[in-house]
């Protein structure tokens, strides 16, 4: 059974860099066809993709966070990190990390989450 864990710093400054890791278990994070995902939801709002790496290590960002986003991998402790640069008080929110697959069309597990307060 796959399962996801999200870990990281829950209290963070402006203009500080962000860096989350979703640890994976139960399955690899190069299996075919998976792709393996960060969301976060903002106090009262609704869920956000921020992007994704794939099982080949190939990455997709959304266009809202490419130009201060990165993702990225290691393949031989099966995890997978966040970083998103300059945050700012807009970029509290509860962040996920979660599989997509593909063949499937279908998302989870997801991670319990992770709580990322930004102020200073």
């Known amino acids: 059974q796959v399962q996801l864990q999200e870990s990281g710093p829950g209290l963070m400054k402006p203009s500080q860099t962000l860096s989350l890791t979703c640890s994976v278990s139960?399955?690899?994070?190069?299996?075919?066809?998976?792709?393996w995902n960060w969301i976060r939801q903002s106090p009262g709002q609704g869920l956000e993709w921020l992007g994704a790496i794939n099982y080949s290590g190939s990455t997709a960002y959304s266009s809202v966070f490419r130009s201060r986003i990165f993702i990225s991998r290691d393949t031989s402790k099966n995890q997978f990190t966040l970083q998103l640069y300059s945050v700012a008080p807009e970029d509290t929110a509860a962040y996920f990390c979660?599989?997509?697959?593909?063949?499937?069309?279908?998302?989870?597990?997801w991670g319990q989450g992770t709580q990322v307060t930004v102020s200073s």
């Open positions: 979660a599989r997509f697959e593909h063949w499937a069309h279908a998302w989870g597990p």
């Open positions: 139960g399955g690899s994070i190069t299996n075919t066809g998976d792709s």
